[in-house]
């Protein structure tokens, strides 16, 4: 409760070192003045213990140790004087204008300065003498000096304080920057990883499955070529993107898939799929062929991986239909697969494809649906439909 009113050590010393030294002179008798309303010595005193006293509330109450130290300077002006009275005083002026608040800061140098003007002209005007402007230089040395000096060391104090907010702020934005980039990069790579890896792995899950499932030397050994093809492929992808990651590459693999390996991802998937009852089949609508930006071909080499990847796991026994086109500088890719039930084993999904696709349309500032859909003859499709800008500069990444 009390420990707002606890004096600092430093003002503690300052009120002991004040008190002794007035102390010290009033002992050896060194006076300022002399034919006072008071002559007694010891009555100089009284401003003495009440300055040193005012010292201990330089900090806590700045300017309520201003305003009685201002009648305490008064009332040594009535008696022999002593000159530590007046340096304490200094100090009480100094403290006030460095710790009181903006408002008393910024009114005390002007206040103070205007008292100087004032006492100048006052006594230049009653003693009509050149000495009587050494007053105003006395009263300016006083009042006006410390002042000017509290205002310019809390100046700097201030500007120091707002350096200082400045740098964590700036360290701050910089941590929540460098927070986001590993998020980013995080969630980059784990896409990255779902995509390389999930085809391979359904694939795996189906045949296997169906291997354990049906007892069929035939089968079993149709499926195992299987498993072992997308074992291979799963391997070699796994490797590039370790070898990537060790090597800390760019934004993209150097070597990333493009549109030109779209023939081979759904020859692929075509025969992965045959012994679900899946028929894969590509279109490519395009009149221009030539090479678009490598995230706009990334992207869409992995919606239609993930599409087929898909339809591997949920899609009834049909057609799949993968369609590339464009309009303009848009490139559309949709996927088509049949919904229902189908007979045979199925892989789990855990909706994380579905999610990395939408992330990299959103990186590209594409658009993306992806849901059930009914064709003219009433049938139930699952339609997956992005579009892609490929100008340059559209990535977000």
Do not use: C
């Given at each position: 409760m009390f420990s707002s009113f606890r004096p600092h050590r430093h003002d503690v010393l300052l009120a002991v070192v004040g008190l002794s030294g007035g102390m010290l002179?009033?002992?050896?008798?060194?006076?300022?003045?002399?034919?006072?309303?008071?002559?007694?010595?010891?009555?100089?005193?009284?401003?003495?213990?009440?300055?040193?006293?005012?010292?201990?509330?330089?900090r806590t109450s700045p300017q309520t140790?201003?305003?009685?130290?201002?009648?305490?300077?008064?009332?040594?002006?009535?008696?022999?004087?002593?000159?530590?009275?007046?340096?304490?005083?200094?100090?009480?002026?100094?403290?006030?204008?460095?710790?009181?608040?903006?408002?008393?800061?910024?009114?005390?140098?002007?206040?103070?300065?205007?008292?100087m003007v004032v006492v100048t002209i006052g006594f230049l005007a009653w003693f009509r003498?050149?000495?009587?402007?050494?007053?105003g230089v006395a009263t300016g040395m006083i009042s006006f000096g410390p002042a000017l000096t509290g205002a310019s060391v809390r100046n700097h104090r201030d500007a120091a304080e707002t350096a200082r907010l400045h740098a964590e702020q700036t360290a701050l934005l910089a941590e929540m920057d460098r927070a986001q980039a590993v998020t980013a990069e995080r969630t980059r790579m784990a896409r990255e990883l779902h995509d390389v890896v999930a085809n391979h792995l359904s694939a795996i899950a189906v045949h296997s499955t169906a291997a354990l499932s049906i007892d069929k030397p035939a089968t079993s050994r149709d499926a195992l070529g299987v498993i072992r093809e997308?074992?291979?492929?799963?391997?070699?992808?796994?490797?590039?993107?370790?070898?990537?990651?060790?090597?800390?590459?760019?934004?993209?693999?150097?070597?990333?898939?493009?549109l030109a390996s779209l023939d081979a991802l759904v020859e692929q998937a075509r025969t992965n799929a045959a012994s679900s009852g899946l028929t894969c089949t590509f279109e490519d609508a395009r009149e221009?062929?030539?090479?678009?930006?490598?995230?706009?071909?990334?992207?869409?080499?992995?919606?239609?991986?993930?599409?087929?990847?898909?339809?591997?796991?949920?899609?009834?026994?049909?057609?799949?239909?993968?369609?590339?086109?464009?309009?303009?500088?848009?490139?559309?890719?949709?996927?088509?697969?049949?919904?229902?039930?189908?007979?045979?084993?199925?892989?789990?999904?855990?909706?994380?494809?579905?999610?990395?696709?939408?992330?990299?349309?959103?990186?590209?500032?594409?658009?993306?649906?992806?849901?059930?859909?009914?064709?003219?003859?009433?049938?139930?499709?699952?339609?997956?439909?992005?579009?892609?800008?490929?100008?340059?500069?559209?990535?977000?990444?």
């Open positions: 002179l009033w002992l050896l008798g060194l006076h300022l003045q002399t034919h006072r309303v008071f002559t007694a010595p010891w009555v100089s005193l009284v401003p003495l213990v009440v300055a040193s006293g005012l010292e201990l509330l330089r140790g201003l305003v009685v130290g201002t009648l305490a300077l008064i009332a040594d002006q009535l008696t022999v004087g002593n000159l530590a009275t007046i340096l304490m005083f200094t100090d009480l002026v100094y403290s006030a204008v460095l710790y009181g608040k903006p408002s008393a800061a910024r009114r005390i140098p002007v206040t103070t300065f205007l008292i003498t050149p000495q009587s402007l050494l007053i997308n074992s291979v492929a799963g391997l070699a992808e796994m490797r590039r993107l370790i070898k990537l990651l060790r090597a800390g590459g760019s934004s993209e693999p150097a070597a990333s898939p493009t221009e062929r030539e090479p678009l930006p490598a995230p706009v071909e990334l992207a869409a080499y992995r919606i239609v991986q993930e599409s087929l990847t898909n339809a591997l796991k949920h899609a009834a026994p049909g057609p799949v239909e993968v369609r590339l086109d464009r309009a303009g500088q848009v490139l559309t890719i949709e996927v088509r697969s049949v919904i229902g039930e189908r007979p045979g084993p199925r892989a789990p999904g855990s909706g994380a494809g579905l999610v990395g696709m939408r992330e990299r349309v959103a990186l590209l500032g594409g658009t993306i649906e992806a849901g059930p859909s009914a064709t003219g003859d009433g049938a139930r499709i699952w339609r997956v439909r992005a579009e892609l800008p490929v100008t340059e500069g559209t990535s977000r990444t």
